[in-house]
C-alpha cells in the first residue's frame, strides 16, 4: 500500500529555478505496482509539457492546485485544482499553466514505466 497526502504535495517544497516543468515518480515497481504508475507534477506560470501522445497509455490525471488548459485532440479545456481528467491512450493531449500561481498535479497511468510510452507532436 502507499498513501499519497494531497496536502504534502501542496506543501512540497520543488527545486524550480526557472520555467521547467518537474516531475517525479510517486508509484512505481518499488512500491510493488506492475500494471500502474504514478507521478507527481509542478507547472510554473507559463510553461507546459509537449504535445504528445501514448500507444497504449490511459491516465487520470487529478489538479491539487493553480489552473491551466488541458488540451485533447486540439480541443482546448480550462481546468482548475480539484478537477480529474481521464485522457484514453492514443488521444493527443498536453497540459499548460496559463496561471499566475504553480500548477500541481498527480497523475496515475497503466503501462509503466513513465518513459515507456511518450511520443511527442508538433503543435
Not at 20 to 26: F, G, K, L, M, N
Not at 55 to 60: I, L, Q
Not at 76 to 104: C, Q, V, W, Y
Amino acid at each position: 500500500m502507499k498513501l499519497f497526502k494531497y496536502k504534502e504535495m501542496i506543501d512540497l517544497k520543488i527545486p524550480i529555478t526557472d520555467n521547467t516543468p518537474y516531475r517525479v515518480e510517486v508509484l512505481t515497481k518499488d512500491h510493488n505496482a506492475s500494471a500502474i504508475g504514478g507521478m507527481f507534477g509542478v507547472l510554473p506560470p507559463n510553461s507546459g509539457v509537449p504535445y504528445h501522445y501514448h500507444k497504449e497509455r490511459e491516465s487520470v490525471l487529478i489538479v491539487l492546485t493553480g489552473n491551466g488548459i488541458e488540451i485533447i485532440n486540439k480541443v482546448k479545456t480550462n481546468i482548475s485544482k480539484g478537477d480529474i481528467l481521464f485522457i484514453p491512450a492514443k488521444e493527443e493531449h498536453t497540459i499548460i499553466n496559463n496561471g499566475k500561481e504553480e500548477l500541481r498535479f498527480i497523475e496515475f497511468y497503466t503501462n509503466p514505466p513513465l518513459s515507456k510510452d511518450f511520443f511527442a507532436l508538433n503543435q
